[in-house]
């Protein structure tokens, strides 16, 4: 553990070798950490490492079963998120949670509104707190508009803003950028940078590591709910941090294998949705995976969910293995050898209150039947088999798949689709929110499924991702294909060129 | 790691309809031992009776809830089928040829229903509560404030006739027989998989290619058919085709499978937890009413049961869930 050589201040939050167990589980065992005015302080850890259990300790929502928590070096027991709050520690989540009908303001004063005589709102002190707060920040955004029209980006702007009215000193940032565009990370490292210099102390959580050595000072990893390391970020490499996190040497994160493509098994013409997306014709082959890059909001989604039906198109075709497709129609799509898996699978991908071995099953109401009847014989052996070949992380079958870890849920959707035998696979975010031990496991998944003749069509907002994966790299803008990238030639600069319209191919 | 051939998920659910059905049987027991004129032929033969017209709709009703749904306009429906069976008698008319009649407007209702949720996408409570009122004027207008009596013989007596020497009413029966179909289709078919699915996550079932909206009006239909022949069933039991019959229905349908642990929510219960809140709530009623307890206490303790059973079920699940959060945390513990 390297402390910055200076005696320099004191830690504003410190953990002091603590332990916490739920039941059997021990979520943590003897972790510190030190968290300075001044410092963004990455936490590091796969999935189950302990990282959210860490977060709630500091937050109050845990208490230690052992350690210490230190306020200004001084133990402090929080009884409750509040006490938390009260001594200046704020927590901002992934995904934000404000009035959608109350403005800004009101989201940020919500509970201690400014009063005037006889106890009516001063909505004057109101916007004008709030827009101090907007300016403290360096952001523009209007006091008044209601925060049901805010992008994700906007609102976590107003989450910390929201902190900074309680006169927060440190802020724990839960995966932050999980749902952001380029530009919206940008911005939001912008504020981060801002109060670091007005001597917050920032906890920063994400799996994406580039992340990581963009902001942060140092990073402290978990593995396991154990403490492993606390280093300076300098000086460290991608490759040392995932092995700190993972505990052995990955092999590599994009196992891509060399592949002939084959004859195409989804061809895509002129496909269009008014207003949505104009004019998109592609093909993929067999053993290829074609990457579909852009910002969030080009149109990506959108295209997918038409293809397999889940939106009707207007115009144009679609044709798997030489069969139209239906508008509308996901039944056919899926009869023709077409599998989906969704961007949001916490609503899309699973229903999280049924079995993983239901959820599985859905996608076999056709197949695991007998003389009409669901064969639950099959229907069983068909979701075990398909789980375990996908090393899903389970106690039994029949538990319910939202208490599985969110790798292990996107294991279930990946099971749930490869169980019907796809021709053509659409995977849209398949990474996302997933640690990376799993995100490996995935892109190995994918690489072995289009070696097996399977054509894979990957959307991702993970640059890396698409150009390890990607055979060919499509890329959308504003709802309209505009390049197509050999391998050879797809880096970041050129897909970012064409993602934002800088250059039509 | 895998340790099969369990299924807790369902432990809830079946334990809630184990409890109902528990509670039922004790009350039987208790009924036929303790409270006079309970276990003579006639008294049970009443129960029943009046108990099928509710555990008729309840079979479709359980679908419809389990998919996430609801149909409040069952017991106008009902209704509106007795009227027009009246009215076309007063025609004069055979019966043969009005019982196909009434039936297809059962499934026209139903049609309008389903067409109502599933093509303009409105919630089906307030479409059912249109419905409810609209239905059962139509039935006044049909049928005025008549009341059909005069139905053939052999009808009336199959409606309110016992098999044999036993109390089993001969309407029993084909009951039995639907319940069982019902049974399958929810619990063992494809059909009934994507209904659980439906309900419990709907965005989700469609995105696994479940034809959600195709699925959703074959179930307002088959409510409709099902109320109609319970409206049938009515006039003919109670020798009494009126626009008011079957008033009130609804809330007795609802209340009986909400106590047999089908969640309001949809995507949990079991239809024999239905059917066994069904009998439950009769029988009590029926209990209550030879102990001579007063109305008013009757509906006291009908709606202490209805909170008790919506509330039920939702303990025991979050035991349930406690339990497989601990054991999935066992084994991959959630940061």
């Known amino acids: ?505 | 790691m895998p340790e099969p051939l369990t299924r807790p998920s369902r432990w809830s659910a079946l334990r809630w309809d184990g409890v109902v059905g528990a509670v039922l049987i004790v009350l039987l027991l208790f009924s036929f031992t303790f409270v006079d004129g309970f276990g003579n032929a006639l008294n049970l033969s009443f129960l029943i009776g009046n108990t099928l017209p509710i555990a008729l709709v309840a079979l479709p009703m359980t679908l419809l809830v389990v998919s996430g749904e609801i149909d409040l306009s069952v017991a106008s429906t009902a209704g509106l089928s007795g009227a027009v069976m009246g009215a076309l008698w007063n025609q004069g008319m055979t019966i043969e040829a009005i019982i196909p009649v009434c039936l297809l407007l059962g499934v026209v209702c139903g049609l309008v229903n389903g067409l109502l949720v599933t093509r303009l996408g409105l919630p089906s409570l307030a479409v059912t509560i249109g419905t409810l009122a609209a239905y059962r004027g139509i039935a006044q207008i049909v049928l005025g404030s008549d009341a059909v009596t005069d139905f053939p013989a052999q009808y009336l007596d199959f409606a309110a006739g016992r098999l044999g020497d036993t109390f089993l009413p001969q309407a029993f029966l084909p009951f039995v027989v639907l319940f069982a179909i019902a049974v399958v289709v929810l619990h063992a078919t494809p059909f009934g998989r994507s209904l659980f699915a439906i309900g419990a996550g709907e965005e989700a079932a469609r995105f696994a290619g479940v034809r959600v909206k195709r699925h959703k009006l074959i179930l307002f239909t088959v409510t409709g058919l099902m109320a109609s022949l319970t409206g049938i069933f009515w006039a003919l039991h109670y020798a009494s085709a009126r626009y008011d019959n079957a008033t009130g229905l609804e809330l007795s349908v609802i209340a009986a499978v909400l106590l047999g642990g089908i969640d309001f929510d949809g995507g949990k219960g079991t239809l024999g937890g239905a059917i066994a809140g069904v009998f439950l709530l009769g029988a009590a009623q029926n209990v209550m009413s030879l102990q001579d307890v007063s109305a008013q206490s009757q509906i006291v303790v009908t709606g202490v049961l209805l909170v008790v059973s919506v509330l039920g079920p939702r303990v025991a699940r979050q035991i349930s869930v406690a339990r497989a959060g601990r054991r999935a945390a066992a084994s991959t513990p959630t940061s």
């Open chain 1, 1 to 505: 553990m390297t402390h910055p050589s200076d005696t320099g201040p004191a830690p504003v939050l410190a953990l002091k070798d603590v332990a916490k167990s739920f039941g059997a589980v021990r979520a943590l065992r003897g972790v510190s950490l030190e968290l300075f005015p001044g410092e963004v302080h990455a936490l590091a850890g796969e999935n189950g490492a302990g990282k959210s259990t860490l977060i709630k300790t500091l937050a109050g929502v845990h208490r230690p079963d052992a350690g210490r928590v230190l306020l200004d070096g001084e133990p402090v027991v929080f009884h409750g998120p509040g006490d938390a709050r009260d001594a200046g520690i704020a927590v901002i989540y992934q995904e934000p949670t404000l009035f959608p009908d109350l403005s800004i303001a009101e989201n940020i004063f919500m509970g201690r509104l400014p009063r005037r005589a006889f106890g009516r709102i001063d909505h004057k002190a109101t916007r004008a707190a709030t827009a101090a707060l907007m300016k403290r920040l360096g952001v523009e955004l209007d006091p008044d508009r209601p925060a049901s029209g805010l992008s994700i980006a906007d609102q976590q702007i107003v989450e910390i803003a929201k902190a900074l009215s309680f006169d927060a000193r440190v802020l724990i940032m839960d995966e932050p950028t999980a749902a952001l565009t380029g530009s919206e990370v940008a911005r939001l490292f912008g504020v981060v940078r801002t109060l670091r210099e007005q001597g917050a102390a920032v906890l920063f959580i994400s799996h994406r590591l580039e992340e990581i050595f963009e902001i942060c000072r140092r990073v402290t990893t978990l593995r396991d709910g154990a403490w492993i390391a606390t280093e300076q970020v300098a000086g460290m490499t991608e490759d040392d941090l995932v092995r700190r996190m993972v505990g052995r040497d990955l092999d590599e994160l994009y196992p891509k294998q060399d592949v002939t493509p084959g004859e195409v098994a989804l061809s895509v013409r002129r496909l269009t949705r008014e207003g949505v997306f104009t004019d998109v014709s592609f093909d993929v082959r067999r053993g290829e995976i074609v990457g579909l890059a852009g910002l969030v909001g080009a149109g990506r989604t959108e295209v997918a969910r038409a293809v397999f039906g889940i939106d009707r198109w207007d115009a144009g075709e679609v044709v798997v293995d030489g069969r139209p497709l239906t508008s509308g129609a996901p039944s056919t799509a899926m009869a023709a050898g077409l599998a989906l898996v969704p961007e949001d699978r916490r609503a899309q991908g699973l229903v999280m209150d049924m079995s993983i071995e239901r959820n599985i099953g859905l996608t076999g109401l056709r197949t695991t039947v007998r003389a009409g009847l669901m064969d639950r014989g099959a229907e069983r052996s068909r979701a075990l088999d398909w789980a375990i070949r996908l090393q899903v992380k389970y106690a039994r079958i029949a538990d319910t798949v939202n208490t599985l870890s969110g790798g292990n849920q996107q294991k279930v959707v990946l099971a749930k689709w490869l169980a019907t035998g796809p021709q053509v696979l659409i995977v849209d975010e398949p990474t996302r929110g997933i640690d990376v031990g799993t995100k490996a496991e995935v892109h190995r998944l994918l690489s072995e499924l289009a070696a097996d003749g399977v054509a894979v069509l990957m959307i991702s907002s993970d640059l890396p991702e698409i150009l390890g994966m990607a055979d060919r790299v499509l890329v959308m803008h504003e709802g309209r294909l505009t390049a197509e990238i050999a391998r050879t030639e797809a880096t970041e600069e050129t897909v970012m060129a064409a993602a934002t319209g800088r250059a039509a191919a």
